[in-house]
């Protein structure tokens, strides 16, 4: 995989978790106490996985882009079982 397709990979991936995210944070203040805990991990994996995306940028890889879409999936199917 050539580095422009590895770098668009990357940006669909953020693209679709961050939409994820928001849609979530949307639907937030229907959450009970118990999700609410577990929206705060979801929460944290966003932001550490975010972190990393800024601190390697070009360098990330697919596995980066792997890790954006297995978060924002979480983050759909929580949504899906909690709200």
Known sequence: MSKKDAN????????ELEA?????????HL???DARGKWD???KK????QADLSETGE???ETSAAAARDL???I???VEKHV
């Open 31 to 33: 959450l009970s106490m």
């Open 76 to 78: 759909r199917k929580f």
């Open 8 to 15: 668009q990979l990357l940006i669909e991936a953020k693209q």
């Open 46 to 49: 966003f932001q550490g996985l």
């Open 59 to 61: 360098k990330v890889g």
């Open 72 to 74: 924002a999936h979480s």
């Open 41 to 43: 991990d979801l929460e």
């Open 20 to 28: 994820a995210r928001e849609a979530a944070r949307l639907k937030l």
